[in-house]
């Protein structure tokens, strides 16, 4: 069993899962956690970091797509089983709290919820539905 949840890193609480990074980068701030699980196959490429949401988006699903649903489980459930929690809490940086903020962590929860059907809900505060979540950035 795999349950995921997404998250800010300054968010995240142990409590709440396994932190696992999901960006292109490490924070260069002190966490108050152990920080010990990276897939760096779910951070956004460089070709298109910098892109217009709606550019990003289909290039970054695009990108999970070609990885597929499988293979990506097979490498989360290896990072739950080793850290011996069904819970992984995938963290990156911006704060969806701040309306104007979106970021790839939920482009990649809705993608999951289409694709297996399992929901991966956000923890911490959200100005409100993803574009994503509405259907209109798809």
């Given at each position: ?8 890193f300054q ?43 709606p550019a ?83």
């Amino acid at each position: 069993m795999l349950t995921l949840f997404t998250a800010r890193f300054q968010m995240f609480r142990p409590v709440q899962g396994t932190p696992v990074r999901i960006t292109r980068g490490a924070p260069r701030f002190k966490l108050p956690y152990q920080l010990t699980h990276t897939v760096p196959e779910l951070a956004p490429a460089a070709a298109y970091f910098n892109s217009p949401r709606p550019a990003f988006a289909a290039a970054y699903r695009a990108d999970l797509t070609r990885l597929g649903a499988g293979q990506i489980a097979e490498r989360l459930g290896g990072i739950a089983q080793q850290a011996g929690d069904h819970r992984l809490v995938l963290l990156c940086f911006e704060d969806l709290a701040k309306p104007e903020l979106w970021c790839h962590r939920r482009i990649f929860a809705d993608w999951w919820s289409e694709t297996t059907g399992d929901p991966v809900r956000e923890l911490g505060p959200m100005a409100g539905p993803s574009p994503y979540e509405q259907g209109t950035l798809l």
